[in-house]
């Protein structure tokens, strides 16, 4: 996946940036920070975003790292906050947001975790209950093979049993994590999942859904908590078929998880020319949109409403106690698929 290894001036000073590049097996290229930062930036512009997912940038993050999601404008908020320490993913899925989103191809990795570690601390260390993850602006082990970070953020959060820590991906890469057994740190290994026929269509490089699900049974096996993602839900032909097939496959695999989220595809116009000129093939953009309050497209009203209710009755049939909930749907739809008190529940209770 990564073929090519830069490290900025001021990152060549960290021992961890050399740890990677010797993990990855790759020569790195030290680069200037100035012209990291000028020159760099407009020829990783001028690259096209496949071979910017091949480069990995090592730098020094000067900004915050920690922040609340933002959410999204009049939609419901379920309090998460999310990690920024890597932007942009070696993967390549036909409807990623990152692809408009950012302007910098390259994937930045911040090398300097111990000030990540010394902010995270003063934000957790009254004993503060949070949600956090670093799966918003990367795949949260994408890279876990060559950088390990996400074991060394689980071993800082031995430290704060009171917060959860969330690595969202989808790939399979949990076999070198820590044995959470015998620990303090609350841990949720998640899954962004779809049907084998829609990952096979709309996503590149990823794991396959039988090896997502093996490796969700291997961490649920070594302590770790599990929540599985239908995000984004992709209506194609027999969509609620597959869909529900693909549930029963989790639930056959884990009895009660500590979250289910689901979201329908959703984009801003912009995304449609990625998606248009890199993905020819893709039956991402087929379906009838409308634009919703935010600026962004979703399916038809009445058919996200008629999907999300039967994924609700079944997963209140096969698991009730796993929490079920909406990112980026605003009230009407939660009123219209759960009964009144559904946000009341103690189930829902750790999410909002
Ligand atoms: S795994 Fe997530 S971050 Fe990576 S390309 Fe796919 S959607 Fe984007």
């Known amino acids: 996946m990564i073929k090519r290894i830069f490290v900025t001036e001021e990152a060549s000073k960290y021992p961890y940036s050399f740890e990677i590049c010797e993990k990855a097996g790759i020569k ?61 993913c070696p993967f390549d899925c036909s ?50 093979p060559i950088t390990g970070f996400a074991s060394k953020l689980i071993d800082f959060f031995e430290n ?19 044995d959470l057994r015998d620990k303090r740190a609350k841990v949720v290994a998640g899954w962004t999942i779809a049907p084998q026929k829609i990952i096979d269509k709309e ?27 239908l995000d984004p839900v992709i209506f194609y032909p027999d969509a609620d078929k597959m869909y529900l097939e693909m549930l029963d496959m989790v639930f056959s695999t884990h009895k009660k998880l500590a979250w289910l989220s689901m979201a329908g595809f959703r984009y801003e116009p912009q995304l449609k020319w990625y998606v248009e000129s890199r993905f020819p093939e893709s039956n991402l953009l087929i379906g009838e949109f409308v634009k919703c309050s935010d600026g962004k497209f979703r399916y038809l009203f009445p058919e996200r409403i008629r999907f999300y209710r039967k994924i609700a009755e079944f997963v209140s049939r096969v698991s009730p106690e796993t929490p079920l909930y909406f990112c980026m749907e605003d009230k009407n739809v939660w009123d219209l698929v759960f009964p009144p008190d559904y946000l009341s529940k103690t189930r829902m209770k750790i999410l909002f």
Do not use: W
């Open 28 to 88: 790195p290229e030290i680069i200037p920070d100035e012209e990291y930062y000028r020159e760099n930036i407009e020829s990783f512009l001028k690259d096209d975003i496949t071979e910017g997912k091949k480069h990995l940038v090592l730098t020094v993050f000067k900004g915050s790292f920690f922040r609340k999601c933002p959410g999204t404008r009049g939609k419901i908020c379920c309090n998460y906050y999310v990690i920024d320490q890597t932007t942009n």
């Open 95 to 144: 409807y990623c947001f990152l692809q408009s989103y950012l302007n910098f191809r390259g994937i930045r990795f911040a090398v300097n975790i111990d000030e990540l570690f010394a902010e995270l601390h003063n934000v957790l260390k009254d004993g503060r209950f949070i949600r956090t993850g670093t799966g918003e602006l990367s795949d949260s082990l994408a890279l876990e």
């Open 160 to 178: 704060y049993p009171d917060a959860m820590l969330e690595l969202k991906t989808k790939s399979n890469n949990v076999y070198s994590l820590p």
């Open 203 to 229: 996503e590149r490089l990823v794991a396959s859904l039988e090896e997502r699900l093996n490796a969700s049974k291997y961490a649920a096996e070594k302590g770790y908590l599990v929540s599985f993602h």
